[in-house]
Structure formats: structure tokens, C-alpha cells
């Protein structure tokens, strides 16, 4: 599946559907100044919304594409069911999760570009959740990313986090809606 693309900052926002995307991107985008994306060292957890931590994720990134979770917010520790912090993304994430997520970060590895991943899953015949996936390229002008900052972010319902952990761990998710969108370089 192709993402669609956004070609500004501001119609890339547009698309953003949740309120923690959203400000995640602005803070990225803030800390962009003009550039095409920071540098890690420029990432201050104590400049970040305290409700927006437990979301976030910074990915170490490997040559052969087994990216590892240098740190991840302890809403991401519930969503998966296992300490998520020094793992690598094969470790969390299994068949088609791990293939889009793999396929998402190698593209803002790529295109040093913003990724929003938007899923409405089935969890049970009366409960979905939408989960939306943000992920920013960190690195130096000009060269590729470093690092990824991510943050995956759950709505819809009450105790959206441990039935949504619960049917993922037995891989019991059905995707009904998949929407995909990167900012063109």
C-alpha cells in the first residue's frame, strides 16, 4: 500500500486525525526550525508534554532493518504487554505489524520525511480501536536519520489498553480501515 502524500507541513497536519499526533508533530516541527529534521541531542523530554511521554518511542536504527526501541513511554509497555525499551521492533511485533512497521520507518529512513499510519482495528464484535502511529526522522541536515521519534497513540473506548493488548498478544487483531500518509520531501 502507497501512502498518500502530503506536500506541506500544514497539509500533512491537516491529516493528523488525534490531538497526541498532532502535538508530537508540532514539537518536531518546532524543533525543525526550517531544517529538514533535528538532531537528537535537540530532543528534551522536559520540553515535551508530560501527557504525551508515556506515548513516545526513540528508535535506534540497524543496517539490516531490526530497528531497536531505545527508550519507549510506559503506555507503549501496556499497549504491547512487555517491557518495550531495548527490545528491537521483532521482539514487540509480529507478521503483518512488524511487516508495516518496518516498511513505514525504512520509507522516513529513506525519505527523511514524516510517516502517520492510521488503523481501525477490530478488537471483538463490539469494541475497535484506532490506532495511530506517528513517526519523525532525527538526525543531521542533509544526511539520513540517526534515530526515529515515534509515538503510537490508542483511542476509542474504556479499557482500551488491556483488550487491545490482550487480542494483539494472541494475534487476533482484523484491520477494518488502514490510512497511510508521508510529508513529501
Not at 535537540?42 to 543496517?63: F, G, H, K, N, R
Not at 511487516?99 to 502517520?116: D, F, G, K, M, Q
Request: hydrophobic content about 40%.
Amino acid at each position: 500500500m502507497e501512502p498518500e502524500l502530503a506536500d506541506s507541513p500544514d497539509a500533512f497536519r491537516a491529516e493528523v486525525e488525534g490531538e497526541g499526533a498532532n502535538a508530537l508533530f508540532d514539537y518536531w516541527l518546532n524543533l525543525c526550525d526550517g531544517r529538514k529534521m533535528p538532531r537528537r541531542e535537540e530532543i528534551d523530554p522536559v520540553s515535551i508534554s508530560p501527557q504525551l511521554l508515556p506515548w513516545l518511542y526513540i528508535l535506534t536504527l540497524s543496517a539490516d532493518g531490526n530497528h531497536m526501541f531505545r527508550l519507549a513511554g510506559t503506555r507503549l509497555d501496556e499497549i504491547f504487554s512487555t517491557e518495550v525499551s531495548g527490545k528491537r521492533i521483532s521482539e514487540v511485533l509480529k507478521g503483518v505489524d512488524l511487516v508495516n512497521a518496518t516498511r513505514s520507518y525504512a520509507r522516513v529512513i529513506e525519505a527523511a520525511c514524516p510517516w502517520y499510519s492510521n488503523v481501525l482495528y477490530r478488537v471483538d464484535v463490539e469494541f475497535h480501536v484506532r490506532y495511530e502511529r506517528l513517526t519523525l526522522p532525527i538526525g543531521l541536515e542533509g544526511g539520513s536519520p540517526d534515530y526515529l521519534l515515534g509515538g503510537i497513540f490508542l483511542t476509542e473506548g474504556e479499557g482500551v489498553y488491556e483488550k487491545f493488548a490482550e487480542v494483539f498478544a494472541r494475534g487476533g487483531l482484523t484491520s477494518i480501515s488502514r490510512r497511510e500518509l508521508i510529508l513529501s520531501g
